[in-house]
Structures are given as structure tokens and as C-alpha cells.
């Protein structure tokens, strides 16, 4: 198996991995609006972290890392939701 088909599948794993076990949190946050044990900071972090692995996907030379981008695509949609709903907890339905 040449290094570069190697890459690619370790690739597949790692984004079918992350999304996985990172999407269930997502939905049932999303789901009950309960954001009462998650850290804010960590959202915004990991956001932000998300948005520029997509970015490293789509700069790469001289192709697109897809499963970088897409993973990460995924995940920043999620973050931003859980962020929004966890500001909109904390600082606009308390008060």
C-alpha cells in the first residue's frame, strides 16, 4: 500500500472518529437546550480552532485535504450552535 493511500484512510478514520464521538454531544445539547455543565470558553476555543483546521484543508498545496475540511466544517457548525446556545443561556434567558 503506497504512503499516500496510507495518509488518506488514517484521515477517513480520524474524521469518522471525531465526528462520531463528538456529534452525539452536539445533538442532545442542541435537542434539551441544556447548557448548565459546559464551559463557554471551551466552545469558543474549539470553534475557533475548527475554522482554522478548515482553512489548513483548503490551503493545503497542492490539493484540498478534504477529510480535514469536512471534519472540521462539521464540527465548527456544532460548536457555533452550542456556543450560541450557551450565551443565549447564560446572558439573555437569565435575565
Known amino acids: 500500500m503506497q504512503q499516500s493511500s496510507i ?3 488514517c484521515g477517513i478514520i480520524a474524521s469518522v472518529a471525531m465526528i462520531l ?8 445539547t442542541i ?7 459546559i464551559a463557554l470558553p471551551t466552545f469558543l476555543m474549539m470553534t475557533i480552532g475548527a475554522i482554522c483546521f478548515m ?8 490539493e484540498i485535504i478534504w ?5 472540521n466544517l462539521i464540527t465548527a457548525i ?16 437569565k435575565k
Open 7 to 9: 495518509y488518506e484512510i
Open 55 to 62: 482553512l489548513q484543508g483548503l490551503l493545503h498545496k497542492p
Open 21 to 28: 464521538g463528538y456529534l452525539p454531544q452536539a445533538i442532545k
Open 31 to 37: 435537542r434539551t437546550q441544556k447548557t448548565d455543565g
Open 78 to 93: 456544532c460548536s457555533s450552535i452550542v456556543f450560541a446556545i450557551k450565551m443565549y443561556n447564560d446572558y439573555f434567558k
Open 67 to 71: 477529510s480535514l475540511f469536512l471534519t
